[in-house]
């Protein structure tokens, strides 16, 4: 297989062809445990829901080289200075008890 990145050829043979990952755009929730070479990081008021210090944390995190954060410094403060972490309504008790 030969893939195009910038106008440049690349060609992978069979066992290669693992390496490569189509990803537009993924989660920080998903990218845990992983390293990106570049992360590009929307910073806006308007999902203060996901404003949060360690959703930001993980994000930066996991650039490798690179980490681009756009959006606004307000929204950026005020992730850093939100240190809850939403309680998340899973019932994993409860479903433990059934087993």
């Known amino acids: 297989m030969i893939v195009t990145y910038d ?3 690349v060609p992978y043979d069979y066992l290669e062809l693992d390496e490569i990952v189509l990803a537009y755009a993924i989660s920080v929730h998903k ?3 992983s390293e990106y070479p570049a992360v590009v990081l929307p910073v806006f008021p308007q999902h203060y829901l996901l404003l949060q210090r360690n959703l930001i944390y993980t994000a930066v995190t996991r ?3 690179l980490v681009i954060m756009t959006g606004s410094k ?3 403060a005020m992730g850093v ?4 972490i939403m309680k998340r309504y899973t019932y994993l008790p409860e479903r433990l008890k059934e087993l």
Do not use: E, H, V, Y
């Not at 200075?81 to 809850?84: A, D, G, R, S």
């Open 7 to 9: 106008g440049k050829a």
């Open 74 to 76: 307000k929204a950026l």
């Open 81 to 84: 200075k939100n240190n809850k």
């Open 31 to 33: 990218s845990q445990g």
């Open 63 to 65: 650039g490798k080289r």
